[in-house]
Structure formats: C-alpha cells, structure tokens
C-alpha cells in the first residue's frame, strides 16, 4: 500500500472521528448551545492555547529529531514548507488528532508520524524519534501526576483541600504506581525497549508467529532503533531534559484551559492575584486527575465518557459543584472537536518531499 493511500486511510479515519464526536454529547445540541453561549469569548483563549502547547509538544520532539538525525537529515528537514519547526508541529497537532480518534491512543498518531517524518529523514530516525518522544511524552504525564499528588497533599496541609483516609490511601497507591513507572523507564532509557516489545507480543496468543517474522526481517534495524534510544539519555542528557522540561511544562500550560473555564464561572480565589494563583493550582489538580483516569482507560476510542466523568469527578473531589465539572468536560470536548479537524486538515497541506539520502 503507497503512502498516498494509507494518508488517504488516516485522513477518513479522523474525518469518522470528528462525525461520531458529534453524535456522542451526553447532552442536546440546545443544550450545548447554551454551554457555547455561557463561554462565549472565553472560547478565543480556551481554544488558542492550544497552539501554545503544541508548539511546546513540537519543540520537544524537534530537540529529540536534532539529537538523534544527521545533518544532512535536518538540512532535508528544514527544506520542508515553513521550515523543520512548522513541519514538526503539523505533525504534532495531526499525531494528536490521529490518536484522540482511534481507540488505544497511538495506533494512529505515532505510524501516520513515522511514515511523513521518513519523508524528510531516514526511517530509521524517524521511527527511533517518534517512540523517543512518545516516551517522554508518557514519562512527563507520570512527573505531573507524580508531583500533584504532593501539591495536593500541602494544599491539605495548610486547610485548602480535604484529605479523607480513602483518597490517603489512594495517593499511596498512586505514589508506588509512578515509582514503578519510574523504574520501567529508566530500563528503557539505559538499554531500549523495541525488541523486547516485539517479543513481549510473541507471548500473546496468534501473535507469536508475527512477532517472529517481524523480528527476523528487521532485526538489526529494531536493534539499531534501541540503540539511539539508549543514547540519548546517556550520551546527549541535555537534549534529554530539555524534552522532558518542555513536554512537562505543556501540561502546566495546558492547567490555563481550566483556569480559563474556572474563573468563568466566577471562582478566582477572591479575584486578587494570590487568589488565582490558588484557583490555578486547582486547575492543575483537576487536570492531572482527569487525566490519570483518562489514561487508565485509554483502550475506548476518543475515550468516550471516560474524560467527562473524570472531570466531574476531580472538580468534585475539590468541593465544587458537578454541573461545573460537565461545563468544563464539555467545552474541552467542543476543543477537541476543533483540533482534531484542524489536525485532519493538516494532513491534505502539501510539503516538501526531499529526503536526505
């Protein structure tokens, strides 16, 4: 199958996406009227700080590309329309597109990444990029949550927050789960995962066969794949953290949308800067406990009432009324909507096909 028409695959797949996300708001297309009328010109800055952080995304996975391809391959990719930085972040926003659509986030987004970016750059390094940064990309989430668990807890601790024995126990839980995670990460920063992914597949039953043959015809290529995974964070640690700070700081950026939704609805701390400085701490909380339960059920497509009740449930947790957290699930999915069409439409922008060779 060419590329052409796997781009072809991709682009209705997300078309499908955007028309099944409109027939599934658990409310009526009056009702969500009134919601788009209640934002009114807060949807200007909800949506648009969505190119702040895609911007951010894009700057991280960029750092990973120029740590990891040759010149010759970055010279290929800044000769693509608008340079490498507006090539990297149309991908970036259409990965993302790609990967709200289809159920288990990255079966759409990180191929459709690998197989433009190889237009520009060698396979290879399109490929050991894109797992790079959709590792760190996964890695950061772990950090946000990790380190909200601890805003949560001092917030408790000077009398903002509640903290019942049942959600105690839970942070507990959640506190050895990113250790863990922290753990399996740095296995896979020192010695690579892709081989032993593919043969962690070979256990699955039918799969064996597949994960085999795959094995034998690209061996050395998975082999060298692992390879510069291993080295970026042994032998380029700054292009390393400076992924990590960059994708970490996207999610902070990314607290404003709800910040934007809070003070819409008139909750500002009492409105002086010490009072949104809270509300903004509240709307990290909220952001990463929605996403933590987003992301335990990633397997539905779209992750379809799952980001709702999630956000009921956080902006619950914090004393505030459900009908703010169905407002806020919402507007976030009115954005998504627009994002992922957005995205969508990226994929039919022409750009320049020169590979370094």
Known sequence: MTRKNLNNIFFVIGLAAVVVMLFTFDVSFAELWQHLIHAGYWLIPIIGVW?????????????????????????????????????????????????????????????????ELSKNISTQHATSSVILYAMMHVFAHFWFWFTSIFLYLALAAVGDLPLPPLMATLFAMAI????????????????????????????????????????????????????????????????????????????????????????????????????????????????SFTTLLANLIGFLPMQLGVQEGGFVISIAALGLSAALGIFVSIICRVREIIWIFVGILLMKLPDSRRRAT
């Open 51 to 115: 190119v702040v952080i895609y911007g951010i995304n894009a700057l991280a996975w960029l750092t990973i590309i120029r740590a990891t391809a040759t010149p010759g391959e970055m010279q290929a990719l800044a000769a693509a329309r608008g340079g490498a930085f507006m090539r990297i972040f149309r991908l970036t926003v259409t990965g993302y597109a790609l990967n709200y659509a289809t159920p288990v986030g990255g079966l759409g987004g990180e191929p459709y990444r690998i197989m």
């Open 176 to 287: 050895v789960f990113c250790l863990t995670a922290f753990y399996l990460f740095w296995r896979g920063y020192r010695k690579g995962l892709v081989v032993k992914t593919i043969r962690g597949i070979g256990h699955i039953p039918g799969l064996g066969n597949w994960s085999r043959r795959f094995l034998k015809a690209h061996e050395e290529a998975l082999h060298n794949v692992d390879k510069q995974i291993a080295a970026l964070h042994q032998t380029d640690k700054r292009a390393f953290y400076t992924s990590f700070m960059l994708e970490y700081l996207s999610r902070i950026v990314q607290s404003t949308e709800i910040l934007f939704m809070l003070l819409l609805f008139g909750i500002d701390g009492g409105g002086d800067c010490a009072g949104i400085a809270l509300t903004f701490l509240h709307a990290v909380l909220i952001l």
